[in-house]
């Protein structure tokens, strides 16, 4: 499986989506590991078994194991963390000044870079709408060096790949033709 048979999957009403997935895929301005894994976390995220097989089969020779598995880890630990912070955020009041008491370890040792992976968490924590958490993490990797052009592939990653998630969900249901 492979980008492409994703592209070939969505409706035709969905060419931009097509075209985005083209572009990004070959887009220069993360470096590969930070493209495959945004890839795959976003794909985690998006919570499509056939799109997350396809990124992962795709993206899985790009990145070490230990590359491959922060990614996953990036998509779940912000799974938990953009729902209790979210949950923060929305109410305040006390909540913001009491610990949160999950364990969270896999930030303070992610195996790969610092950098990646809170570009990781990043895109995941977009797709999941915590802003809480977005905005946590888009300044941890400005302040490491990134720049807003990377930032935004990154965020245009995980949107692109969340809507072809969506949308394959979407065509399945409606029996669209081509849909998995």
């Known amino acids: 499986m492979s980008i492409d048979s994703l592209k070939e999957r969505l409706p035709d009403y969905a060419k931009d989506l097509k075209l985005n997935l083209s572009s990004l895929a070959n887009d220069i301005t993360l470096t590969p590991q930070q493209r495959a894994g945004t890839f795959v976390a976003s794909a985690l995220a998006a919570r499509n078994a056939d799109v997350t097989r396809t990124i992962v089969a795709e993206y899985e020779s790009v990145l070490t194991p ?4 922060a990614a996953k880890a990036a998509a779940a630990i912000m799974g938990m963390n953009n729902i209790y912070y979210r949950f923060v955020h929305m109410v305040g009041g006390d909540y913001a000044q009491m610990p949160a008491r999950l364990r969270m370890n896999v930030i303070g040792r992610p195996g790969v870079e610092k950098l990646d992976f809170e570009l990781w968490s990043l895109a995941v924590s977009a797709i999941n709408g915590c802003g809480m958490c977005v905005e946590s993490h888009e300044k941890m990797v400005r302040d490491a060096g990134l720049t807003t052009e990377q930032v935004q ?5 995980a ?13 399945a249901a409606l029996g669209d033709a081509g849909a998995a």
């Open 153 to 157: 592939t990154a965020v245009r990653i």
């Open 66 to 69: 230990e590359a491959l598995t």
């Open 159 to 171: 949107a692109t790949v969340h809507a072809v998630a969506a949308t394959l969900d979407g065509a």
